[in-house]
């Protein structure tokens, strides 16, 4: 069980960019999660997959953000045109559904935006 | 709405003093519970967790919390604290009849004086 992973750790672009981020959850876990973390703040649920199925999405995911699941294993999240204001850590979890539905964390990708 | 408050932005506290993280809740039905912690820079790491049954719940670190129905709390508890304790701290409620999901309170920051 090597945890959840999450790449890049650390991206520094220039607004207008694209970014996309990968998060590999724990290998027998079916439900994947995004949270985004701003400073200060605790992470608020951007979107969720069970499985390669995307069943729910945040009011706080624009149409600039977009997430996939492909094959019901690793996931990215995209961000196009970016802004100043997506500045913040993106954190990816994983679970079983059932079982209390724990998640276990990613150490996150942090993100500036210049 | 579904939602959490950890009314303590911040706490100091003497190493070996005892410590008490308030966290209260609003959901519809009984939730499941979390306390996850953070060390900057880092990703959440679950200390604790309550789904049903005996209230008093013990977790990793010398750590327990104590689910109160009547007063829609779930305070976080350490007899004794150490200088590695120092982090943010987040409370958080997993709502099992949407995906999972968990919402966080905006997290305790604890500093550990000598």
């Known amino acids: 069980d090597t945890g959840v992973s999450q790449d890049p750790r650390h991206k520094i672009t220039k607004r207008g960019q694209n970014v996309t981020f990968r998060c590999d959850p724990i290998s027998e876990h079916n439900r994947l999660y995004w949270y985004r973390q701003t400073l200060g703040q605790g992470p608020e649920f951007l979107t969720y997959f069970q499985n390669e199925a995307q069943l729910e999405k945040s009011r706080l995911l624009s149409d600039r953000f977009s997430a996939e699941r492909p094959k019901g294993s690793f996931s990215t999240l995209e961000i196009q045109r970016t802004e100043q204001g997506d500045s913040a850590m993106y954190l990816c979890a994983s679970s079983i559904q059932g079982e209390g539905n724990i998640q276990y964390f990613g150490a996150g990708t942090r993100l500036s935006v210049l | 709405a579904q939602s959490v408050t950890q009314p303590d932005i911040h706490i100091t506290v003497s190493e070996g003093a005892s410590l008490e993280l308030r966290c209260n809740y609003s959901?519809?039905?009984?939730?499941?519970l979390f306390w996850y912690v953070q060390s900057p820079g880092q990703g959440l790491q679950l200390l604790l967790k309550y789904f049903s049954g005996d209230t008093l719940v013990q977790g990793i670190k010398g750590f327990e919390a104590e689910f109160k129905r009547s007063q829609s709390s779930f305070n976080l508890r350490k007899p004794s604290v150490h200088w590695s304790d120092a982090a943010e701290y987040f409370c958080a409620v997993g709502l099992y009849n949407q995906g999972g999901k968990l919402i966080f309170g905006q997290g305790t920051e604890l500093s550990v004086k000598p």
């Open positions: 959901y519809g039905a009984t939730p499941y």
